[in-house]
């Protein structure tokens, strides 16, 4: 299976323990605040890789027409 970018990584971790601090309930409304901001600018770095990633594929499939898509395993650590 082909490893995810760094980039990619390190931001789904961050959201993920943002998302832990959140439903903590022990943040402020402030912090809340902040971290929901956070949480929106993580979001959008994950989706900007996996669309780069998917126009990859896309370019990759155009080379090779007999290429079949496979659908991605889940991640490891799940």
Known sequence: MAKKTPQLEQSLDSLEALVERMESGELTLEESLQ????GVKLTRECQQALSQAEQKVRILLEQDPQAEPVPFEGRDDQ
């Open 35 to 38: 971290a929901f901001e956070q």
